[in-house]
T-cell receptor, first 111, second 113 residues
Framework: GEDVEQSLFLSVREGDSSVINCTYTDSSSTYLYWYKQEPGAGLQLLTYIFSNMDMKQDQRLTVLLNKKDKHLSLRIADTQTGDSAIYFCAEGAGSQGNLIFGKGTKLSVKP | EADIYQTPRYLVIGTGKKITLECSQTMGHDKMYWYQQDPGMELHLIHYSYGVNSTEKGDLSSESTVSRIRTEHFPLTLESARPSHTSQYLC????????????FGSGTQLSVL
């Protein structure tokens, strides 16, 4: 079945770049997604990429997709303390329009 | 901006009580979901619905039940709460089966003593 894998923790210094990695299994996914969860809140859709694209950039965020290796990454440039959160990778699951989420990567930003 | 609301935000109750967690959305979305999130962060899908009078069980077995009598409303009920039900419960909605994007509420943090 479908599966999404992420490393659980990442710690960076303020001002550095953060790279959060994800691998997925379903090559038929049309889109792949990144969600952000701040402490005590629900998930917020951060960005998504169409599966036919290699890269998508949105201000400080860069999404890279290697479809051959089924690898997705989220790069945050000039990471700020406000970026501290849990980041979830997700892929579409079949024809029903459901999402399969990874277990989340907790990003800690040190001043 | 997503308009999906969950109440209460926090709930502390005793064992054996019946509770209902409320979730409403004003976007006219067909799909609605309930996720349970453990302290280790992982999300577990416990119930979902593709429309009125449609409900399905998710990947994680749950003693809760749901109903979908109106498009905008998807309440979750626990008939007899236990300490093992202590968790964060997240509600989400999506436009229809052709659109995978989900929008989440702020969650209900449930503590059962």
């Amino acid at each position: 079945g479908e599966d999404v894998e992420q490393s659980l923790f990442l710690s960076v210094r303020e001002g550095d770049s953060s790279v959060i990695n994800c691998t997925y299994t379903d090559s038929s996914s049309t889109y792949l997604y990144w969600y952000k969860q701040e402490p005590g809140a629900g998930l917020q859709l951060l960005t998504y990429i169409f599966s036919n694209m290699d890269m998508k950039q949105d201000q400080r965020l860069t999404v890279l997709l290697n479809k051959k290796d089924k690898h997705l990454s989220l790069r945050i440039a000039d990471t700020q303390t406000g970026d501290s959160a849990i980041y979830f990778c997700a892929e579409g699951a079949g024809s029903q329009g459901n999402l399969i989420f990874g277990k989340g990567t907790k990003l800690s930003v040190k001043p | 901006e997503a308009d999906i609301y969950q109440t209460p935000r926090y709930l502390v109750i005793g064992t054996g009580k019946k509770i209902t967690l409320e979730c409403s959305q004003t976007m006219g979305h067909d799909k609605m979901y309930w996720y349970q999130q453990d302290p280790g962060m992982e999300l577990h899908l416990i119930h979902y619905s593709y429309g009125v009078n449609s409900t399905e069980k998710g990947d994680l077995s749950s003693e809760s039940t749901v109903s979908r009598i109106r498009t905008e409303h998807f309440p979750l009920t626990l008939e007899s709460a236990r300490p093992s039900h202590t968790s964060q419960y997240l509600c989400a909605s999506g436009r229809d089966r052709g659109d995978e994007k989900l929008f989440f509420g702020s969650g209900t943090q449930l503590s059962v003593l």
